[in-house]
């Protein structure tokens, strides 16, 4: 069964550069990496997908390996609106074979001024 | 603005109550969820749904009880909860059963039970 594990927690400074990577050994050959960003009692907001290699849009961009067992967010230049937190997720295949969408702990990022 | 709104906002709630939360998307998506996210913890996957068929119980107490009349529409009802059921319960939806589902959720019920 696919499982992430991530940082509990990152500190971080305006205008820096934060990586975060998320760990998913078990990840399934059809799997896609997703990761979201949740603000104090909102839900969480989607951020990137990816399969393999990068991927980058306007907020973020999404570093796989080639073995796609790990997979690192990266956000550029972070100012304190960006203090959330953030999971990565892959599909949680059980033995119904049913997609499962399972958050994680995810990474508290706390970015200060 | 997600597309996925659900109501009420906040919810406080006797253990003897029966109340029940709602939630619409206007994605045009086949799949609903509810999540449950109790205090500093990760979410909680509870129910899903799937062209109104649930296809996913995740040993949620018979307290919590879901609805699905149709693919836009999601219900909890909810009856004889317990203090530690207080939680923001999340609301989702996606397209479909499919390895690159990206979830879209509203904003939450934050309930309280006393």
């Known amino acids: 069964l696919a499982k992430t594990t991530q940082p509990i927690s990152m500190d971080s400074y305006e205008g820096q550069e934060v990586n975060i990577t998320c760990s998913h050994n078990n990840i399934a050959t059809n799997d896609y990496i997703t990761w979201y960003q949740q603000f104090p009692s909102q839900g969480p907001r989607f951020i990137i997908q990816g399969y393999k290699t990068k991927v980058t849009n306007e907020v973020a961009s999404l570093f796989i390996p080639a073995d796609r067992k790990s997979s690192t967010l990266s956000l550029p230049r972070v100012s304190l609106s960006d203090t959330a937190v953030y999971y990565c997720l892959v599909v949680l295949h059980g033995s119904s074979n049913t997609g499962k969408l399972i958050f994680g702990q995810g990474t508290t990022l706390q970015v200060k001024p | 603005e997600t597309g996925v709104t659900q109501t009420p906002r906040h919810l406080v709630m006797g253990m003897t109550n029966k109340k029940s939360l709602k939630c619409e998307q206007h994605l045009g998506h086949n799949a609903m969820y509810w999540y449950k996210q109790s205090a500093k913890k990760p979410l909680e996957l509870m129910f899903v749904y799937n062209f109104k068929e649930q296809t996913e119980n995740n040993s949620v107490p018979s307290r919590f009880s879901p609805e699905c009349p149709n693919s836009s529409h999601l219900f909890l009802h909810l009856h004889t909860l317990q203090p530690e059921d207080s939680a923001l319960y999340l609301c989702?939806?996606?397209?479909?059963?499919?390895?690159?589902?990206?979830?879209?959720f509203g904003s939450g019920t934050q309930l309280s039970v006393l």
């Open positions: 989702a939806s996606s397209q479909g059963d499919s390895t690159n589902e990206k979830l879209f």
